[in-house]
């Protein structure tokens, strides 16, 4: 069956069955010279074949699929991701960020970025406030980053992005141009601390007037997002956090549509104290959310990378011939 | 960890992680009310989760992936279908023409329908000639068309389509408009006979200057399908017949990059006798493509398909609680 190219044995590919094709894919695939790349390959052929022949998957149900695959990527634009949205509805993104920065217990763990950050948000300087919408609530965020250890950490940028008081990101208005609304980048001072002014978070619909939106609705279920805060976490030598705060006793905590949520980033909202109210300059009566955040180093999460990678190619019966490089599965060159 | 909804018991969505996620997308998109899309998201969604988890699949990969699928999309024409192109390349395709086709022996195979067939292609008589191009190599088509019991097939409508001698498709051409070339709708005669005139088919290239290519190359693989026609069969109580000829010795005849050839459909040229030049109405020494097709009935492809079905959920562990309808398992509603 086989012929010898150079080193590599490729397939005669003249007679493929339900049966055999998968493995002449991979062996068709096997001549990619990048080993992660071929390793991707055959456990994404593997698993789509095997997706096929245990649905008995019919020739309308593919080209239906091909439709709603060809729909999701007609409606992306610069400003909307819809297979970003495709992926947070089935768990991927969570999953994903879950694989890709594990935490240590302790640590604040990160959820889905989702598909509203923008590069475009005005870098200020604690106290700014970082959204423009009158009918806000008025919201007083005040909070630390400290490493696993306990020490404050100076100098953290962090992203921040929530939406209006209609539930809305500004990159969802059409006439937003390079006017960015509720969107701030801070950097923690020399205590570790930073704070800004914000409007407390409502819940929200994702985008759901597109093939994902039609989706759900098939599925039976809703689009909505708890109320939530988004935070990303950079400097050199930790880990690149993302995550959300959760606003506690929200609509829809229990069932985002999006799989976000998790315990430990649910934050109850207090009152700012008078004091609290004098030094941020706030009005008395202000809700509060105060949260600290405990970032991981880069050299922590690459060991727990690593162990929990070869962890899972144990329990996939894989631990011969592949190798653990940067915390991802590579099989060796032969 | 569930609170009832009704009859169902839908999961709190709190704390999910790399080990809880995948039972509990699907336990939310069991609300849905259909259940043979119910078991279709169960299947991708375990499949997707567990290439993730097998992977190791990082944050720039996924991001990667989310990019490529955009990609693939945003390219896609009225006239252009790279995600069928991309199905084609691994193996999907072909895969589930085989699932929904099951053919008994001594029945034509199907193959890949590939991106090109288009819905308005001259309607004409036997005799006709599909290909305006003035410098393809002429070639007389006869064929038959009977059952699996040997009686000729009357009246089925075949479609036929080829490129031109550059390799192209009529779509390929900007201005095409609505003039099709390469393309006929014939009706097989009383006795189960078909011909035309065409050319001699050519191997030619995918379209490689989109993302599909670009994948292809990163995989080491080239982009070339060999000399074939196109043909489909329709006539009502026999199944839809997707298929093609492969011309023997052709150039990548064993690596065909989207996984359509089989030994069956693979068909040496000969030349016209003096007589059929003159019954055909060709020049003698023209190249001639014959070839018996045999259709399968409506009757027969179910029962084969219903028992592959049964078959593949016996081999997954799951015969209780499916139940196949029209040749697919359906999970049987509480």
Same mark, same amino acid.
């Given at each position: 069956?086989? *012929? ?6 490729? #397939?005669? !590919? ?71 949205? !495709?992926?947070?509805?089935?768990? @991927?993104?969570?999953? /994903? ?15 889905? @970025?989702?598909? %509203? ?16 919408? #009158?009918?806000? *609530?008025?919201?007083? &965020? ?28 500004? &990159? ?18 020399? /205590? ?18 597109? #093939? ?18 988004? %935070? ?5 030598? %930790? ?5 959300? !705060? ?48 405990? @970032? ?7 060991? @727990?990378?690593? *162990? ?21 599965? &590579? #099989?060796? /060159?032969?």
């Amino acid at each position: 069956m086989a *012929e010898p190219t150079g080193s590599k044995s490729v #397939p005669v !590919l003249k007679d493929l069955t339900i049966d055999n094709i998968t493995e002449n894919v991979v062996r068709i695939n096997s001549q990619c010279s990048d080993p992660r790349l071929r390793y991707i390959m055959e456990r994404l052929v593997s698993h789509l074949h095997d997706f096929a022949r245990e649905t008995r998957l019919s020739f309308d149900e593919w080209m239906a699929g091909i439709q709603f695959l060809t729909q999701v990527g007609q409606i992306c634009t610069d400003v909307r991701q819809e297979f970003i949205l !495709l992926s947070d509805i089935v768990g @991927l993104s969570l999953l /994903v960020d879950s694989i890709d920065h594990p935490k240590p217990s302790h640590s604040t763990e990160g959820t889905v @970025l989702g598909p %509203f950050h923008t590069h475009d948000a005005p870098a200020d300087e604690n106290g700014f406030s970082i959204s423009a919408d #009158p009918n806000g *609530e008025p919201l007083l &965020v005040l909070c630390t980053v400290k490493s696993t250890s306990g020490e404050p950490v100076e100098g953290v940028k962090i992203d921040i992005w929530e939406t209006d008081s209609h539930g809305k990101y500004d &990159v969802q208005y059409d006439d937003r141009g390079s006017k960015a609304d509720g969107r701030a980048v801070i950097h923690s001072d020399k /205590v570790g601390v930073f704070w800004f002014h914000a409007i407390v978070p409502v819940p929200y619909p994702i985008p759901h007037d597109g #093939p994902v939106g039609k989706l759900l609705a098939k599925l039976g279920r809703h689009c909505w997002r708890p109320s939530h805060m988004h %935070f990303m976490f950079e400097k050199e030598g %930790f880990d690149h956090l993302v995550t959300a !705060l959760y606003i506690r006793g929200s609509d829809y905590e229990t069932s985002d549509a999006v799989f976000g949520v998790k315990d430990s980033l649910i934050v109850g909202l207090d009152t700012v104290t008078p004091e609290q109210a004098k030094q941020y300059n706030v009005k008395e009566g202000t809700k509060l959310l105060a949260y600290d955040f405990v @970032l991981v180093t880069d050299k922590e999460t690459k060991q @727990l990378r690593h *162990e929990e990678a070869a962890k899972a190619m144990k329990s996939l019966g894989r631990e011969e011939g592949m190798t653990i490089i940067n915390g991802v599965p &590579v #099989p060796d /060159v032969d």
